[in-house]
Structures are given as structure tokens and as C-alpha cells.
């Protein structure tokens, strides 16, 4: 739950840190996974705007998220196995080898 200070800075209280809402959590996630942009610096960028979040509290939000998420991964892939068929795109990727000068074709995975 956040809270305002006598500055005027908000702040996390302690007996509520799991109390953040899902937009703030896929925020989280979002820019730690798809924008690469690692906890210290969300934590950073979140003090600037004058919210104080610890980057331990971050890093408790994300793993608390990814273990609900992995039993939602797990139904997604239950519900696709027992599917008649399965697409995928199977078009191939041009990829150079990291030891030679050579173009290998990778199919992408989607």
C-alpha cells in the first residue's frame, strides 16, 4: 500500500507489500522482461517520480507473479496438447553462425 510522507514522497508500507494492483505489476514485469530494463532502475525511475519501492520488494512482486504465471502457462499448455492441431509458423530465420561466416536457417518459434 502506498503511502504519503511528511515530504510528500510516497512510500510502501510494510504490512501491505503485496497490495500492488496488476497494472503495476505487468508494468513491473513488462519493463523487466520485454524492455530489459533490470529492477535497480525501476527502482530508480520510480523514486525520481517520488515513489519509494526497494528493489527487494520489486524483486518479491516478480517472483511471487512469476509462480501464479507458470501454473497459467501450464493450463495454456494443457489446453494446446489436447488440441486437435497445433500452428506454428515455420518460417525460416537467417542466422549467422557464431564461429564461422556461415548463414544457417533457424525456424522461429512463435
Not at 8 to 16: L, P, Q, S
Not at 49 to 73: F, N, P
Amino acid at each position: 500500500m502506498l503511502r504519503e510522507d511528511q515530504d510528500g514522497d510516497c512510500a510502501v508500507t510494510a504490512d501491505r507489500m503485496w497490495a500492488a494492483g496488476p497494472g503495476l505489476l505487468a508494468h513491473v514485469l513488462v519493463k523487466k522482461y520485454a524492455d530489459r530494463l533490470p529492477l535497480y532502475r525501476q527502482s530508480q525511475i520510480f523514486k525520481r517520480d517520488g515513489i519509494d519501492l526497494e528493489r527487494s520488494t520489486l524483486a518479491d512482486w516478480v517472483g511471487r507473479s512469476t509462480a501464479l504465471l507458470e501454473l497459467l502457462a501450464a493450463a495454456i499448455g494443457r489446453h494446446a496438447l489436447v488440441s486437435q492441431a497445433i500452428f506454428a509458423v515455420d518460417t525460416p530465420v537467417k542466422m549467422q553462425a557464431a564461429d564461422s561466416d556461415a548463414v544457417c536457417n533457424v525456424i522461429k518459434q512463435t
